[in-house]
């Protein structure tokens, strides 16, 4: 294992969002694991299901043969390569512009079937990332119905526990707002490993800090609510100004909020997510400044608890 493996136990994890261009375009998924600044990567997205559909918009453009599913060859040879650097790799459900949904409990665990024999441990005839095996599962549900969720999760971590020694994520991607209008309910009943809270284009986000920056209802809800008592919630922040409507801080003052949380609320803090790869990475190493500096400031403070 690659001494900079994820840690999900880790409080300075960063994490970006990948396959959406939101800047214009976008490197490969390859080119973004390189070298140490990223230690996840969420691919963005599985737009509709249970009608499978993925949109890495326009990286991959090739489909099966008589299907409108993208395989996708050069993205799996990627997904090796990021995991062979200790990166995790997860696959990202939903989106704000996507059409999905499911019609009851029993609809979402068939759907967790095909999931995991499409991207995860199982076997399928046409797996888009063909042999590539992803690391885990992200919900960024923000349209349709709340119906399933729980189910859909209970049932692909049915899979996880009978898979052998890999270890899968399951992840949220909730707005700041409390209870997520979408998830709430979810959160409260399923396994999640990781919460990335997307502290922007709302009330409490980044931009609100301190004054209404809810960071503390969240821990509230890890520690008394949630199924995992040591689920791992994310500051999550855009890559640019661009990147959301508001929410944006530069990489100092990212970084400076991220270590004030962190003196507060260390036990549920697992670092910074953003969206997406090609705005943090391109924003004049806005990305690299944020990673490396709550990563050094985490390891400093390791080092004072030795003292």
């Known amino acids: 294992m690659p001494v900079n493996a994820f840690d999900v136990s880790s409080s300075s994890n960063f994490v970006v969002y990948w396959g959406q261009s939101s800047a214009g375009s976008q490197k490969s998924l390859g080119e973004y694991c390189q070298g140490s600044t990223v230690d996840a990567v969420v691919l963005a997205f599985l737009y509709q299901f249970p009608n499978t559909k993925l949109d890495l918009s326009a990286t991959c453009r090739t489909t099966f043969p008589n299907s409108d599913l993208l395989h996708c060859p050069d993205v799996a040879a990627d997904i090796k390569s990021c995991q062979s650097q200790g990166k995790a790799v997860l696959l990202s459900m939903g989106g704000a512009a996507g059409s999905y949904g499911f019609s009851s409990d029993s609809d979402a665990q068939q759907y967790a079937d095909t999931v995991w024999n499409m991207f995860l441990g199982g076997n399928a005839t046409q797996r888009p990332f063909d042999d590539a095996i ?26 996880f526990t009978s898979s052998g020694s890999k270890k899968y994520y399951i992840t949220g ?135």
């Not at 189910?151 to 899979?159: D, P």
């Not at 490993?193 to 890890?222: H, I």
Request: hydrophobic residues 35%; neutral net charge.
């Open 134 to 159: 992803l690391d885990g599962i992200d919900l960024d549900i923000e349209g349709g119905s709340t119906t399933g969720y729980a189910a859909f999760v209970s049932q692909l971590r049915s899979h």
């Open 173 to 307: 991607a909730p707005q700041c707002p409390f209870p997520d209008a979408m998830l709430g309910s979810t959160l409260n009943s399923a396994w999640f490993d990781m919460v990335f809270v997307q502290f922007y284009n709302n009330y409490c986000g980044l931009g609100a800090y301190p004054k209404s920056f809810n960071y503390d209802t969240w821990d509230t809800w890890a520690k008394s609510q949630s199924a995992n008592k040591d689920v791992k919630i994310y500051i999550g922040a855009p890559g640019s100004p661009s990147a959301a409507g508001s929410g944006y801080v530069d990489a100092s003052t990212l970084a400076s909020i991220v270590n004030d949380i962190r003196g507060k609320y260390a036990s549920t803090l697992g670092g910074v997510m953003t969206w997406d790869a090609s705005q943090a990475i391109d924003n004049s190493n806005w990305g690299a400044g944020v990673s490396s500096s709550i990563k050094s400031a985490s390891l400093s403070m390791t080092k004072r608890r030795r003292l």
